[in-house]
């Protein structure tokens, strides 16, 4: 069983270096940044160099819509309701947000983040959680895209030891 183990964690990192090989230079810093937090692995940190990190936006609410992690109201008369998110932007960057969130709520119990979920969900299951959990996706979309533009790591984070 060991020995499985060895050779499955064995391609694993020549993936993870065959992945690194295809990414551009300026993709691969960003990448290489992101996986000094704690709970950003590098695939997830490679996705998002991909998808997002590699683009310009203006403010948080563009980079929120990019990856369709925004809220979209109704409103109509005297009548208002949320309809959850727009989901009209990247899949693939929406998908790994909310697992790198699950994640981050993790392992990084100090963050912000993780304290306003908490806050928001207390001991609740199942739906309440689902949904807090892409606002709390958005949030560190958010704080990653600062620490990624200025280098100011998200409040609360730790960082992996060198």
Known sequence: MKAQI???????????????????KGQMTIAKRLCRL??????????????????QFANRRDIGAYAGLTPTPF????????????????????????????????????SPITKWFEARVGTARG??????VVAAARRLLIALWHYVST?????????SPA
Request: charged share 30%; net charge positive.
């Open 127 to 132: 739906r309440v959680r689902r949904i807090a």
């Open 75 to 110: 409103q109509s008369g005297d009548g208002f309701r949320e309809q959850g998110i727009s989901k009209a932007g990247n899949h693939r960057l929406r998908r790994i947000m909310v697992e790198l969130a699950w994640l981050w709520l993790g392992h990084q119990p100090e």
């Open 151 to 159: 280098g100011r790591i998200p409040e609360g984070a730790r960082l």
């Open 38 to 55: 704690v709970g950003v692995g590098p695939v997830s940190a490679t996705v998002l160099a991909e998808e997002a990190f590699h683009r």
């Open 6 to 24: 060895a050779e499955v964690d064995k391609e694993i990192r020549a993936l993870d270096r065959q992945r690194a090989k295809e990414l551009p």
